[in-house]
């Protein structure tokens, strides 16, 4: 059974950092995609970024380009995004997110959800 649990979210001034965490289970972390969503109140789902199992491949949002850093430790089948320099408009929850390895990294309708961390950024 494939299982994410994100962790890490909180309360945050703005121009600080905050790193979340995504533990994943079930799947071979190698032959997969796992990527950073979020939604704030009244708004869509949007994808922040996201790597690639196999070769550590990245991609990111434009609003967070320079600001937040993915990675992964596939020892630990963990996900990590660094967000640095937050803005109060990064106020969300986070949902790490995970499907096979598209032919192209990009924010797809993945197949596998966690549950999400709540991320507030106070001005």
């Known amino acids: 059974e494939v299982q994410l649990v994100e962790s890490g979210g909180g309360l945050v001034q703005a121009g600080k950092s905050l790193r979340i965490s995504c533990a994943a289970s079930?799947?071979?972390?190698?032959?997969?995609?796992i990527c950073w969503f979020r939604q704030a109140p009244g708004k869509e789902r949007e994808g922040v970024s996201c790597?690639?199992?196999?070769?550590?491949?990245?991609i990111y949002a434009d609003s967070v380009k320079g600001r937040f850093t993915i990675s992964s430790d596939s020892a630990k089948n963990t996900v990590y995004l660094q967000m640095n320099s937050l803005l109060p408009e990064d106020t969300a929850v986070y949902y790490c997110a995970a499907g096979v390895l598209p032919y192209r990294l990009g924010f797809y309708e993945y197949d596998y959800w966690g549950q999400g961390t709540q991320v507030t950024v106070s001005s």
């Open positions: 079930g799947f071979r972390f190698d032959d997969y995609a």
């Open positions: 790597i690639s199992g196999s070769d550590d491949t990245t």
